[in-house]
């Protein structure tokens, strides 16, 4: 690419969140695409004086997934010292890594989410406007502000959720109590401004956890799902919606649930999403004839997509 001649391709990896050792094996896959595809790369750890690691490259490949490099800090480093970088700005990684900021952003778009309630370790308990009931279980509880499934449980009684809500504050100091909807699991790519391929997850032991999203054997994956046209033309459609209003840029992945009745509620969006060999958005690229190696180049160039902090609202 022509805005790439020549340039040192830095792929950020690893960092120091809970999720670096996904984020390292994404981070090399990538890193190895991209030589395929002819440009100079290093791999760097983002942890110690990253800031000064960064005077090596040109422009970042940000493959860190967690905190602190997918909810916008290592993306205001890069703003300060000049250097592009892949994925959303600052904005655009802050929103989408605080779970209880995407819902109200996307139920103000008329995306339908889970009842909830949100739990602070200070005690103050703060409540939607479709609230969920008290007492009402099964319900999902998860640290507002960590990815791959990390500290999130279900709990089928008081007690469960006492135990659920200890467990979530060793990672958060916010963490979202959810309706759990009873049904499927299904996650729609985003690449550039295009939804990909619906995709059905049906994890072996029932619930889609870390082993399950990790190890392989673990989770059946269904691309295309096998779910009705209405319903596929909707999921496609709010995982555009969330991709725009949350300011992502070059990839997203937004995961949904599909109720026992046939309606549909979205759950999160992921702005960086996984890039290992059983992670999801290469599953559904290479469903619409996208290589891995051409992906990898896809998520690269949305570094120069109106340069740095570029923030597109929703249309």
């Known amino acids: 690419m022509r805005e790439l001649s020549g340039k040192r391709v830095g792929v950020l990896l690893g960092g120091t969140s809970s999720e670096r050792e996904v984020s390292i094996k994404s981070g090399k896959a990538v890193a190895q695409a991209l030589r395929r595809r002819g440009y100079s790369v290093e791999e ?7 800031w000064h690691k960064l005077d090596r490259i040109d422009v970042a490949c940000v493959v860190l997934h967690g905190k602190p490099g997918e909810d916008g800090t290592v993306q205001g480093l890069l703003e300060l010292k000049g250097v592009p970088y892949t994925g959303p700005g600052v904005l655009g990684a802050a929103c989408a890594m605080n779970k209880l900021v995407s819902k109200k952003i996307l139920a103000y778009h008329g995306v339908r989410t889970p009842r909830f309630r949100v739990y602070r370790r200070d005690g103050v308990v703060l409540e939607g406007e479709d609230s969920l009931p008290e007492g009402l279980y099964p319900v999902v509880v998860k640290p507002v502000d960590e990815g791959s499934t990390i500290g999130v449980s279900v709990a089928r009684s008081e007690s469960e959720l006492e135990d659920a809500l200890r467990k979530a504050f ?26 990909l391929a619906v995709v059905e997850i049906r994890p072996k032991k029932g619930f889609y956890d870390y082993e399950s999203k990790y190890t392989k054997g673990m989770t059946e ?21 969330a991709h725009r209003a949350l300011y992502q840029r070059g990839v997203s992945r937004s995961d949904f649930r599909l109720s026992l009745d046939g309606e549909l509620y979205y759950l999160e969006t992921n702005s960086i999403p996984g890039l290992t060999e059983t992670s999801l958005l290469p599953k559904a690229a290479g469903h619409e004839g996208i290589s ?5 180049e896809l998520i690269l160039m949305s570094a120069f997509e109106g340069g740095m902090e570029h923030e597109e609202g929703p249309a």
């Open 292 to 296: 891995f190696d051409e992906l990898a």
């Open 170 to 195: 060793e990672l958060s100091s916010e963490v979202l109590v959810e309706e759990f909807i009873e049904g499927r699991e299904l996650t729609v790519g985003v690449v550039g401004d295009r939804p």
């Open 221 to 241: 994956y269904l691309v295309p799902a096998p779910i009705p046209e209405d319903v596929e033309a909707l999921a496609k459609k709010w995982a555009l919606v």
């Open 44 to 50: 760097i750890d983002a942890s110690g004086d990253l």
